[in-house]
């Protein structure tokens, strides 16, 4: 009979869960190790080094195997515990539960610096800047009856299925194009709560449209709300509109001849968004073309759920000027050149990457370590705030926290984001910025 004392079944449990975190890995890595593109200049090196990582996990599995029958070794599980392990509920979003521990106080004044750093974003979901309360004021307005507890329910969503029916929600719930002042309000809230003077916010209208809403009332509602913010002295919004991989080539294509039909001043761009194994980037490679002809800005989610040459397709094919999230580029040495020779700036989302799971589990292991360690130019993001119950303010304290980032080095990056962002005015904005840390940093200290 095995000792069945609350430890040691702890530790047991701990030891499944470990092991059920490796099969997890080891399914992803072999999930992208079967689709690592034939004939290529990086294929062979790419499925070596998959293969080793998928050997290293092998190992490992076995050696946790070991444990969980033999009397576990005190110093080895305490090595083995150290890694804080993610699971499959990470997905999940307790809003009772603090998103930070509580700062020691030294950490307290390096917070507070943070939070007002001026600073730009420019990876960020319009959809999901939503709270459940401008949810539930849309509701009311549309006269759509709800229940308090229902959108409780949605908002504290459990899994990656959950999270997809709380995103689809909220954008049904939108039913009229001045819904969108709503929408903006709290865009702006939560904007200036993060002294966030400069943004650049993806909207997807694909579902609106099909929803029965006028695209060009969206933009020009959109375009007016945001000079109407930068008149009164707020912060400087502008829109890339998603052409998204889910609802294929032509879809993208509609949406791109909308947007220059539409002629809003506010949007400057399109985003290659939605499903990144359903729209490889090869396929929106004309749609991207007449974009740049066009003078749009043009950007591309890329290697969050994919591997590295999603990344490298959405550079050299689609000539992306800037890479959403771009994790699995890690495992591709001669892409991470690429991306550093060409100064192609990383839209970082800490967060969500570790929300999604896929690629990184832990913060203290997100490559933006290594990407701004080697050079990539690395600006940091939310992607969701209110969805994922995140600021961008939280974002710089996990960097700080997990990551071993510096103040100076996390002003360097709010730095990068600003000179990566598309407006016209970015030295300007990043010198005035630059001015006002100067003078935060000596009166606070730090
Ligand atoms: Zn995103």
């Not at 974003?121 to 709800?146: F, R, W």
């Not at 997807?204 to 809403?213: C, E, F, I, W, Y």
């Not at 294509?253 to 002629?263: D, E, M």
Request: hydrophobic share 40%; net charge negative; glycine share 4%.
């Amino acid at each position: 009979m095995p000792d069945s004392s609350p430890s040691v079944s702890v530790k047991l449990q701990q030891v499944l869960d470990q092991i059920r975190a490796v099969d997890r890995d080891l399914a992803d890595l072999r999930r992208l190790r079967a689709r690592v593109p034939e004939g290529r200049a990086f294929s062979e090196p790419l499925q070596v080094a998959f293969d080793k990582q998928i050997n290293e996990l092998l190992n490992r599995k076995i050696s946790l195997e070991e444990l969980e029958i033999e009397d576990p070794d005190q110093e080895l599980l305490d090595q083995l515990f150290a890694v804080d392990v993610a699971t499959s509920s990470r997905i999940r979003v307790d809003r009772a539960k603090p998103v930070l521990a509580t700062p020691t106080a030294q950490e307290e004044q390096i917070f507070a610096f943070l939070k007002a750093m001026p600073k730009a974003e420019i990876h960020l979901h319009m959809e999901a800047c939503i709270s459940k309360d401008t949810l539930a004021g849309m509701l009311e307005k549309n006269q759509v009856p709800y229940k308090e507890a229902d959108l409780d329910k949605l908002y504290n969503f459990k899994n990656l299925q959950e999270f997809i029916t709380l995103f689809l929600f909220i954008i049904d719930s939108i039913k009229t194009p001045d819904d969108f002042e709503l929408v903006f309000k709290n865009l702006r809230e939560y904007l200036e709560s993060n002294s966030v003077r400069y943004a650049e916010v993806f909207l997807a209208p694909s579902r609106m449209v099909q929803n029965g809403l006028d695209f060009n009332e969206i933009a020009r509602t959109l375009d007016d709300l945001a000079t109407r913010c930068r008149r009164e002295g707020g912060p400087d919004v502008k829109y890339l509109f998603d052409v998204s991989r889910t609802f294929g080539v032509e879809n993208a294509s509609k949406n791109l001849q909308r947007i220059l039909a539409a002629r809003a001043d506010n949007i400057i761009g399109i985003g290659l968004g939605g499903a990144e194994l359903m729209g490889p980037a090869r396929e929106f490679k004309d749609v991207f073309a007449q974009a740049r002809a066009e003078g749009l800005r043009a950007v591309a989610h890329a290697g969050e759920d994919d591997g590295p040459w999603s990344v490298r397709d959405a550079v050299e094919i689609l000539k992306a000027e800037r890479i959403g999230h771009g994790t699995s580029a890690i495992q591709d040495p001669s892409l991470l050149e690429l991306l550093k020779e060409k100064q192609i700036p990383i839209e970082i989302c800490l967060t969500s990457n570790i929300f999604t799971g896929k690629y990184v589990r832990q913060e203290k292991d997100h490559p933006v370590r290594r990407y701004y360690d080697e050079g990539l130019v690395c600006t940091i993001n939310t992607d969701d705030p209110e969805i994922f119950n995140v600021t961008l303010t939280d974002e710089y304290i996990k960097l700080y926290r997990h990551l071993g980032f510096s103040v100076s080095e996390l002003v360097d990056m709010n730095r990068q984001t600003f000179i990566s962002s598309f407006s016209n005015d970015r030295a300007k904005l990043w010198k005035q910025a630059s001015a006002e840390i100067a003078q935060l940093r000596e009166e606070m200290q730090v």
